[in-house]
């Protein structure tokens, strides 16, 4: 790891540094629609202060280890959780996917993008979370978007938690019929929102199992309690979940020792070490949104070789079932340590732990102050986050040494000392 100079004050790496346009576009000023957002150049004003966060190239990524800029780096942004995106089994199914299948089916699941390999897939995610029937999109933003879109029709609603990932809310935009949201775990006021849906009109709650930046668990048992109640259907998105949750890693609904949602959106894009999404549940559904679920119809399969990855990924956590209370246990002791140093945790309780800074502007000057120390994370700011409420997000992996760990925790002592964050 490299040791570097320390990062100029905040208030020089600030300075003329415009906030006012993290909303992207101005003022509509005539037909040109290419005007409105001419304006926008808060990106470069960053990348010239030194404090832009995003797209970084990463030049090799090895799991615990990458290289960013031609220096090997810590990783503590990624979402690998179980370290398996390297593991040998994994990247013999995939290139030996690639060798008989090629880079890409060329077309959709529907007409000719569909192999034995995206079969034998959705058969393992249904019976790895003991449901009847699983379909496999092409990423799990869109498995977000296809499910939505095709259950929620004209005259039906969706309920969801304030706090839910992008891709649920732009599931709803998609969709036809109407949506509310509920105040982020408030059961109260989940309740005081079905109560206000018209009494006979077809509606699905939905909430995220692990809220992808806080880290937090949705409290299942009480969502499914008020759903039973209110004869609501609940789809819950185990995007974070998979890998990170429950004994043998099925999610929240494991964690909490019940039985699946009616439907469980998830990705391979995180602790299965590929890409690619699923919706899983009764088969009568999976069929209905399989047919109707546009990204479903309307968008290239995903690759075989990614496909092969993500089933290999899904055997292993079976197979070496140390890694799933591996990462369980660096989670809690990475919780215990960060917050003894005074770091703010918002309600963390899984491997992805948020760092609460407040400012945009902070939150990209430790980013930059703590990669120039060797450790790579994820500043997380407006629209991912509210503004003003820009955080550091941190995550682990079942592979990361306890040395590797000791050597971040005084990274991150001494960083969080000199920015004012502890
Ligand atoms: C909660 C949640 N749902 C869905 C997705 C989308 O997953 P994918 O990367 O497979 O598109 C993400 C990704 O960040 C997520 O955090």
Redesign the pocket.
């Given at each position: 790891m490299t040791q570097a100079k320390p990062t100029p004050a905040i208030s020089d790496l600030a300075a003329g540094l415009s906030l006012d346009d993290l909303d992207g576009a101005g003022e509509s000023k005539g037909r040109d629609i290419f005007q409105r957002i001419s304006n926008f150049d808060l990106a470069d004003q960053a990348r010239a202060a030194g404090l832009y966060p995003f797209f970084k190239p990463i030049e090799v990524n090895e799991g615990t280890e990458a290289v960013v800029d031609g220096k090997r780096v810590l990783m503590l942004g990624s979402n690998n959780y179980l370290g398996l995106t390297r593991h040998p089994e994994v990247m013999r199914a995939a290139q030996e996917a690639l060798a008989k299948h090629g880079p890409s089916m060329t077309g959709s699941r529907l007409l000719n993008g569909t192999t034995p390999l995206h079969e034998e897939l959705e058969e393992r995610i249904a019976g790895f979370l003991g449901v009847e029937s699983a379909i496999v999109f092409s990423?799990?933003?869109l498995a977000?978007l296809g499910a939505i879109s095709a259950l929620v029709d004209r005259g039906c609603w969706a309920i969801i938690d304030k706090g839910v990932?992008a891709?649920i809310y732009d599931g709803v935009a998609m969709a036809a019929g109407q949506s509310r949201r509920f105040r982020h775990d408030d059961m109260a006021h989940l309740e005081e929102v079905l109560r206000r849906i018209p009494d006979q009109a077809p509606r699905i709650v939905i909430t995220?199992g692990v809220h992808?930046m806080t880290g937090g668990v949705a409290p299942l048992p009480e969502l499914m309690e008020v759903c039973r109640r209110q004869e609501t259907r609940l789809l819950v998105?185990d995007?974070?979940a998979i890998g990170t949750l429950g004994e043998t890693g099925r999610g929240t609904a494991s964690h909490f020792g019940l039985e699946p949602p009616d439907l469980t959106i998830g990705?391979f894009?995180k602790s299965l070490a590929s890409?690619?999404?699923f919706m899983a549940g009764p088969r009568d559904v999976t069929e209905y949104v399989k047919h109707f679920g546009r990204p479903m119809i309307f968008t290239a399969a995903l690759p075989p070789a990614s496909a092969a990855a993500a089933l290999a990924a899904l055997k292993l956590i079976d197979e070496e079932p140390w890694r799933v209370p591996r990462v369980q246990a660096i989670g809690e002791r990475m919780r215990r340590d960060l917050q003894a140093l005074g770091f703010d945790l918002s309600d963390s309780q899984t491997p992805i732990i948020p760092i609460q800074v407040g400012s945009e502007v902070q939150a990209a000057a430790f980013w930059k102050d703590l990669l120039d120390h060797g450790i790579y994370t994820n500043a997380s700011i407006t629209p991912a986050v509210p503004r003003g409420q820009a955080l550091l997000r941190t995550s682990y992996i079942a592979t990361h040494t306890d040395e590797q760990l000791d050597h971040a925790l005084e990274i991150f002592a001494e960083i969080g000392h000199r920015h004012g964050i502890i």
């Open positions: 990423t799990g933003y977000n990932h891709s995220d992808s998105d995007a974070h990705t894009s890409v690619g999404g």
